[in-house]
């Protein structure tokens, strides 16, 4: 995941900070229906085999491309699957492997950091526990919250900077802080869409709601964005006419 923007976070009105979502709770629902509607099982982008893969790419995607550390991690799970291996394998031989990733000597230390860790703590285990994943090196909040989504089904938001922007952007879940979107958009989100959240968010942010330009003619949510960056077209584009349509049939089924 790439690092987290230090732009204001009010992007259409920088100085101020919205303290609350523009949205009633209808217009909230009727957002993440759109969002279900157009892709019900949203997938991660990061390969992994199991929650100790999962929990090192995570680590490792940090200022990173999903492409990128996808094409670093092949070859590094095939040898290296679980926290007794990877120590078996040695730091020199994981920076070796994840070069071609930014921060990789930082990254590789860490990695064997964290494996002896989970041996030692966890019998080789990844907790399943917010607390003691931030307790590992190299492991904050948003990869804590990352695995307890993905692997464990915690229905939580790990806000990187895709979701920091939306949030604020679209005014959603206003916040100066990723912390602050986070709870914001805990509070928004209606508890059906609470699991999947995280997914459409993000890749709503990386491919749809991009950071410099956002391109408003593919967007499912058109006619729902309140954004005052919200490109103005002569009638609703097809995609969200399209969705609308679904969604409204599949509330009313
Ligand atoms: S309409 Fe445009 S600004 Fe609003 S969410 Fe969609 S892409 Fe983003």
Not at 26 to 43: C, Y
């Amino acid at each position: 995941m790439a690092k987290q923007s230090k732009k204001s976070p009010s992007v259409d009105n920088p100085g101020k900070v919205l303290k609350r979502s523009r949205y009633t709770k209808a217009e909230t629902f009727a957002i993440f229906k759109r969002f279900h509607t157009d892709n019900p099982e949203p997938q991660g982008e990061l390969d992994y085999v199991n929650a100790y893969t999962l929990l090192v790419a995570v680590v490792l995607s940090a200022q990173a491309t999903d492409v990128g550390v996808n094409r670093a991690t092949r070859n590094l799970f095939q040898i290296a699957d679980t926290p007794e291996k990877m120590v078996a394998l040695g730091e020199d031989k994981v920076r070796e492997e994840i070069r071609t990733i930014g921060l990789y000597k930082n990254k590789a230390k860490n990695v064997i950091l964290l494996s002896e860790q989970l041996i030692r703590d966890h019998g080789g285990d990844v907790p399943e526990d917010r607390e003691a994943l931030e307790l590992l090196p190299g492991v904050g909040r948003k990869t804590a919250n990352v695995v307890l989504n993905i692997f464990f089904g915690h229905p939580t938001i790990a806000v990187d900077t895709h979701l920091f922007r939306l949030g604020n952007r679209i005014g959603l879940a206003p916040g100066k802080t990723p912390l602050d979107v986070e709870k914001a958009m805990e509070r928004a989100v209606p508890q059906e869409f609470a699991l999947h959240a995280h997914h459409w968010l993000i890749l709503h942010g990386r491919y749809i709601c991009k950071a410099r330009k956002p391109e408003c003619r593919r967007c499912v949510i058109y006619d729902l964005c309140k954004s005052p960056e919200r490109e103005v077209f002569d009638s609703i584009p097809e995609i969200a006419v399209r969705t609308r349509a679904l969604a409204e049939k599949d509330n009313n089924s």
